[in-house]
């Protein structure tokens, strides 16, 4: 066989890494409130080609059909390849999948008429873990990073009439990733999220930030004579900025909210940002309790976004978490991204009520979406449903630490989760990381991403998973990361990792900072159904237990403020593999995959519900 002069090149190099393309392309961009503009789907059926050796990238994005007389045969063929759906893991889509990593092309057609004098942008939901992106044969984008949502300029590639696109996804997992090699997760690889198409007036709004300013409301009482005034009135100051792509100096914009007849206005300075400050009277403030969501119009010159958008502020007052200005308790689960039922990634309005609404049921007011940005619909259905989110970028357990490429990669991600989901009422903790080892080149990665959080969002709390040592009976919060953060939180399993559940009514805490405590993780697991004595590991009771003791023990911890037990529901993990047990599954989860409530789910749901457990103050 006679090898093209490509695919010589790419037999000689790391295969996974290689892509043929030298053309530059325009990096993806992040655009605040995609979801909320209006935007042509290209969900549904895609063709795909499974490419183990990375075959493709020398022709596959081409999308070639054999001509009569060619003179080399064209060896893939999408519109007689078989499909997988969109959005949607591979991995659960075809058993001979489940276990593949590497790269998957895929391949839609479909008819557009642009408007003229506008960008159209390729909007990804999700694509894990690496992705290129051409439209018509021609490279628009690459991106890394299996969490997070990036638009691709599409403007000069698409047509007026027929065109495709094509995606190559790759899961392979790396070393310099983030996350790297080792997660207790299942590698779901695909285009996972929603994929669209959004088209913009040349000048358009790329990000925007709305929300409650911290500062008191101010207070105007009536002295009789303003006949608008009666008593008094309590006036919220509502902050935030504009940017506008392709803005000019002096141009105006403009944030409306109808409902409070509140409307602020702001002018542009030359790199397209203008500060927009709104008074807004009788503003209902959004809370679990009344997840208060307001219509926003922002409007600059063609371009106008319509959003849903709650206002409450978060702050901390030494160790007390403070939801708009009143102590609060989190009372919270761990959640995953993944469907229950059908399994693989979680994506849809239905998947997010489903989890969202075991967690109401359970007694929370507050959950932790791990170990990776969920995305907007996720976060959609929080903000409806009210609760407050621990949103956490994939830093997870020892990444390369002293690689200034993966730092950047961080960032990027970072960038790509506050910058999309900076406006949502319900996130109210930025975390950095999980589970990372205490050395100094961590430590200084992470108080990097910290700044970098803060700088991109002041408005909320930064916080991270720590691990906690053993001295004797006593656990110690005292990793030096702690300084970095807002908000500490620890990840214990005494009872199931460590110990016997009756281990923690001797368990005594010692948290070397004044700052609120999270339990970010605690727990056991259990085979839904399978019942016997309380010490009799993977039981129903056994994992009962140990919440009972847990509970007794957080309600010895003075600055303890919120709890995400690990985990609502069962999870697929390729580290778990005990046979009759396990089977792939990890199973500290409340609830089954297939939807079982498990005793532990009920040992917390009654001290949520009535309130046994934890102190605001
Ligand atoms: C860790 C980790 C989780 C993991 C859990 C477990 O703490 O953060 O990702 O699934 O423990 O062991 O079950």
């Not at 045969?73 to 759906?85: A, C, Q």
């Not at 403007?155 to 207790?184: M, Q, S, Y």
């Not at 089954?592 to 040992?603: H, N």
Request: glycine share 8%; net charge negative.
């Amino acid at each position: 066989m006679v090898l093209p002069a490509a695919t010589l090149v790419l037999l000689g190099s790391d295969l996974s890494r290689a892509q043929p393309s030298v053309e530059p392309v325009r990096a993806p961009i992040v655009l605040t409130g995609a979801d909320m503009r209006p935007a042509v789907s290209l969900d549904g059926e895609w063709a795909a080609i499974v490419d183990p050796y990375s075959n493709g990238f020398s022709t596959y994005f081409r999308n070639l059909k054999q001509q009569p007389g060619d003179t080399r045969p064209i060896e893939y063929d999408f519109s007689k390849s078989p499909t997988l759906k969109v959005p949607g893991d591979w991995n659960t889509q075809r058993e001979s999948l489940l276990y593949y990593e590497g790269p998957v092309w895929y391949e839609r057609d479909f008819t557009y008429q642009p408007k003229g004098h506008t960008h159209i942008f390729l909007h990804v939901g999700a694509a894990n873990y690496r992705s290129w992106f051409w439209v018509n044969g021609k490279k628009v984008c690459e991106h890394e990073g299996g969490y997070t949502s990036f638009n691709c300029e599409v403007t000069e590639a698409i047509h007026a009439g027929a065109n495709f696109v094509v995606a190559a996804v790759d899961n392979t997992r790396l070393a310099e990733g983030v996350p790297t090699l080792k997660t207790d997760w299942w590698n779901y690889g695909g285009l996972t999220r929603t994929v669209s198409l959004i088209e913009v007036p040349e000048a358009f709004i790329d990000q925007y930030d709305v929300h409650l300013s911290r500062a008191p409301e101010t207070e105007i009482t009536s002295h009789g004579n303003d006949p608008g005034i009666i008593g008094s009135l309590h006036l919220a100051h509502i902050d935030g900025w504009i940017h506008v792509e392709g803005g000019k100096l002096g141009d105006k914009v403009q944030v409306e909210i109808p409902e409070l007849k509140s409307k602020g206005t702001g002018v542009l300075t030359a790199e397209g940002r203008a500060q927009i400050f709104l008074v807004a009277s009788n503003l209902e403030r959004w809370s679990p309790e009344t997840p208060k969501l307001y219509k926003v119009k922002i409007s600059a010159g063609q371009d106008e976004i319509e959003d849903l958008i709650g206002f409450r502020t978060i702050e901390t007052h030494g160790s007390q978490i403070l939801l708009n200005g009143k102590p609060i308790f989190l009372r919270g689960v761990c959640i995953h991204a993944e469907a229950p039922f059908r399994g693989g990634r979680a994506y849809s309005d239905k998947d997010a009520e489903t989890l969202l609404g075991w967690a109401k049921e359970l007694g929370a007011n507050y959950v932790r979406l791990a170990h990776y940005p969920h995305g907007e619909t996720m976060l959609r259905a929080a903000d409806r449903m009210g609760l407050l989110v621990w949103s956490e970028n994939p830093v997870y357990w020892a990444i390369q630490f002293d690689n200034p490429k993966v730092l950047a990669k961080a960032e990027q991600q970072l960038d790509e989760e506050i910058e999309t989901s900076r406006n949502h009422a319900a996130i109210i903790l930025w975390s950095m990381a999980n589970e990372t080892p205490n050395n100094e080149a961590r430590t200084r990665f992470i108080a990097t991403l910290a700044d970098h959080a803060r700088e991109l969002d002041p408005t909320r709390l930064i916080t991270a998973a720590l691990l906690v040592r053993t001295e004797g009976h006593t656990k110690i919060v005292d990793d030096p990361l702690g300084k970095a953060l807002d908000v500490i939180g620890a990840n214990e399993y005494v009872g199931w990792y460590d110990q016997a559940p009756e281990g923690a009514d001797t368990t005594e805490w010692r948290v070397d900072y004044d700052k609120p405590l999270i339990m970010s993780e605690f727990g056991g697991g259990a085979k839904a159904g399978l019942h016997g004595a309380e010490n009799e590991r993977w039981t129903e009771e056994y994992q009962a237990n140990i919440y009972r003791h847990q509970l007794a023990m957080f309600n010895r911890i003075p600055q303890l403020r919120g709890l995400s037990a690990w985990i609502l529901v069962d999870f697929r993990s390729p580290t778990r593999n005990l046979a009759g047990i396990q089977d792939g599954f990890n199973r500290k989860g409340l609830i089954s995959d297939q939807g079982q409530k498990k005793a532990a789910f009920f040992v917390l749901q009654k001290a949520y519900l009535d309130k046994t457990v934890g102190k605001a103050e």
